[in-house]
């Protein structure tokens, strides 16, 4: 089993859909990490967070520490949003920047 | 400002030959990290430099593997005697400081690595 699961790994949506992407974690973090990866393949940090909740424009991430789970939102999506979404973990042990990965969601967003 | 660059941004190479990819930080980030990208995998670890300290090492898949930075700012990865399945995208990133709530990660665009 992976330390970092994400769900679903294919997701494709309608342009103004609400979109939710999950992501849990087997390990004690000391935060976790949305990144965006555009079709070319450049990444892009979105969020860095601990606990609560974060929000940017239509982009929202939400953690419980306790459940080990993590959500990244979408509202009102947009084709410009197509990317895959990857979520990251930084342990509570070892190097304090050393990521964990999860594979990845493909989100496609159509017309 | 510059972002993080990395050359070439494709590499086709024979297998047993070395190879040596490049990555130029933002300047005056302390923080630099190789990352590597199978096709179909997700990101893995491989290399983590913070300042004068001992880099963490511990992602480097084997021995043909190694990193260096230096003076602090330029970082090039080395794989020798290249083996079909080194290729990937090797992703480089960097940060003014060590992760944490005010010090983001900016990713390079990667370097495109064939083994043939």
């Known amino acids: 089993k992976n330390e970092v699961e994400q769900s679903p790994q294919n997701l494709t949506a309608q342009e103004g859909e609400f979109i939710t992407i999950n992501c849990s974690y087997s390990v004690g973090i000391s935060a976790l990490h949305w990144l965006q990866q555009h079709p070319g393949g450049g990444i892009v940090s979105l969020f860095m967070l601990s606990s609560g909740k974060k929000k940017h424009g239509r982009l929202i991430a939400t953690i419980n520490i306790q459940e080990k789970h993590s959500s990244l939102h979408i509202t009102a999506s947009h084709p410009r949003d197509s990317a895959v979404y990857i979520c990251?973990?930084?342990?509570?042990?070892?190097?304090?920047?050393?990521?964990?990965f999860g594979t990845g969601t493909r989100l496609q967003v159509t017309l | 400002g510059a972002g993080v660059s990395q050359s070439p941004s494709n590499k086709v190479t024979e297998k047993g030959k070395d190879v040596e990819l490049r990555c130029d930080p933002i300047?005056?980030?302390?923080?630099l990290y190789w990352y590597r990208q199978s096709l179909g995998q997700g990101l893995e670890f491989l290399i983590y430099f913070q300042g004068n300290s001992a880099p963490d090492k511990s992602g480097l898949p084997s021995d043909r593997f190694s990193a260096e930075r230096t003076g602090g700012s330029v970082s090039t990865l080395t794989i020798q005697r290249t083996q079909q399945e080194d290729s990937a995208v090797y992703l480089c990133?960097?940060?003014?400081?060590?992760?944490?709530?005010?010090?983001?990660?900016?990713f390079g665009p990667g370097t495109r690595l064939t083994v043939l």
């Open positions: 990251a973990v930084r342990s509570n042990t070892g190097t304090a920047s050393k990521l964990t």
């Open positions: 990133a960097s940060s003014r400081g060590p992760l944490s709530s005010y010090n983001e990660q900016f």
């Open positions: 300047s005056g980030h302390t923080a």
